[in-house]
């Protein structure tokens, strides 16, 4: 009797467990199924955005690539319009540019300047290794000039001497020393003929090793010529000069290797005073036109 209630014991454990380990494993099936569907409708949603995003990507680059030729089209419109709209708008204008270190590509804003009528009378590229705090060059430069100079009057009084030498035309034995001296690069002759000065480069602005800013010295140099300057630049340039000009009064466009910032710096020349370009310093992108005066 005793083995019977054993017997039957045991046997419904058995049947219980057997029904216990079923329903787990059909749970488990049930819980496989679910999560792989979870996740063949994960993966098809992410297709269908890669789908879409790479859809997008293409429609982007068909914009761009359509803006890139429109701008094209316009760079181009602009290049043959410019020297039209400022034909002769300067003519008689006589201009020094006065560039500062390496920088001498202004092939474009001459050309502008050529198409306006205007001279370049003089391109005076001053070395940058000038403008460094070196008391070698200081030591050169005293020993080359005809009268005693204090060290710390040495840049001011070089340009304000390279100044009236351009005004004037004359005082050609300094500029021949300077030449000699690698001071200075001089082009396009001086003729002692200046209306506008155009300061042109970023390296007017103070630098490592620099003992001041140049800026300084040579806007106080033609401001006591009483010739008006404007201050021009490019857009990428590292250090921007447009802030000692700002605060000298001086016009400046800071976008100068562009047909805008050319367009922008002949009516400067005109007369039309303000600071214009791309930078935050800029007051406007281009001059006003003449009925908006």
Known sequence: MVINIRYYVIMSASIFLALGVGIFIGFSLDGQEIFVEQQQGLITELEQRFLDLKQQNTMMETMMKDSKKELEMYRVLLERLMPQLVK?????????????????????????????????????????????????????????????????????????????????????????????????????????????????????????GMAAEPGVFIIEAIKRSNIPAVGVEKSDCEKSSIPRYRDARISSVDNVESVIGQYSLVRVLQGYTGHYGLKETAQALIPPWPEEM
């Not at 002759?189 to 300061?199: H, R």
Request: charged content about 25%; some cysteine; proline content about 2%.
């Open 88 to 208: 002769d708008v300067l003519e008689g204008l006589n201009i020094a540019i006065i560039q500062n270190g390496d920088e001498t590509d202004h092939g474009g804003m001459v050309s502008m300047l050529n198409h306006a009528g205007a001279r370049v009378s003089s391109t005076i590229r001053i070395n940058k290794d000038f403008f460094c705090d070196d008391r070698q060059w200081a030591i050169l430069l005293k020993e080359n000039l005809d009268e005693f100079v204090e060290e710390d009057q040495l840049q001011p009084y070089i340009y304000r001497r390279l100044v009236n030498a351009v005004i004037t035309g004359g005082d050609q034995g300094f500029i021949r020393r300077m030449k000699e001296l690698d001071v200075i690069e001089v082009s396009e002759g001086y003729s002692g003929e200046v209306d506008y000065f155009i300061l042109a480069g970023e390296g007017f602005a103070a630098g490592p």
